[in-house]
């Protein structure tokens, strides 16, 4: 997982700087966003906000800026921005593409969010948003893992030779997806508990949709162990 910054550069839709807020909450009242939660889902993810906002929590010198936008597709740019501006730590990925017949063949693993990133045209943070999610990605059906599949159906990575030999076998099959009523129930907890009971709004944006389904999935099998 990433080390986050409470600070927020903003640029507008030309990628030229405009401002540094403090804290996601600042950004978030400059930018016109309802919540600091909007700034975190578009912080470092390469989406332009409202048309007019590009959040980033790295600054950019105007030269490499100037430099993107002479050597790289306009489209492309935030893209790389945003993968240049994302600080995170080595960690295998295991990336699965999806059959006509259901099943999942590991078709790379990679030792980093970012290597990933690239291989699937996209940023980090999206794919910090699929990792261990069980949401497929894109319309190719991509799984995105930290952790192979269990009994992996004849499926091997194609060979890389500049990768070290790497486990495709685990222990851990996909956890059934909790019903959504359920998600909801445990995200309305977790605010009244943070903002009311014992109040820390530090930790708002970290429960992502990737933390809460994981939650959700660990309460789902402990309450299945006691009954």
């Not at 959040?55 to 002479?70: C, T, V």
Request: proline residues 4%; hydrophobic residues 35%; negative net charge.
């Amino acid at each position: 997982m990433r080390v986050k910054s409470n600070k927020v550069y903003l640029y507008n839709s030309s990628l030229e700087y405009v401002k540094t807020a403090k804290s996601w909450s600042e950004a978030a009242k400059i930018s016109g966003a309802v919540s600091y939660r909007i700034v975190y889902k578009y912080l470092d993810s390469g989406e332009l906000f409202e048309n007019n906002w590009y959040f980033f929590s790295k600054e950019f010198s105007s030269e490499r800026i100037s430099e993107l936008k002479a050597n790289t597709d306009a489209e492309n740019i935030p893209k790389l921005l945003s993968n240049e501006s994302y600080q995170g730590q080595d960690t295998l990925i295991y990336i699965y593409l999806r059959n006509q017949n259901r099943s999942y063949q590991l078709i790379k693993v990679t030792d980093n969010i970012l290597e990933a990133a690239i291989l699937l045209n996209t940023t980090c943070k999206i794919v910090e948003r699929y990792l261990d999610s069980n949401k497929r990605f894109s319309e190719n059906n991509y799984l995105i893992r930290s952790k192979p599949i269990k009994d992996d159906v004849n499926a091997e990575a194609e060979p890389d030779p500049d990768s070290k030999s790497k486990s495709t076998t685990s222990n851990l099959p996909l956890s059934e997806l909790p019903e959504t009523d359920f998600l909801n129930s445990i995200s309305r907890f977790a605010t009244n508990h943070y903002t009311n009971v014992y109040p820390i709004p530090e930790i708002f944006g970290q429960m992502d949709e990737t933390a809460l389904v994981t939650i959700s999935i660990l309460l789902q099998e402990y309450i299945n162990q006691q009954t």
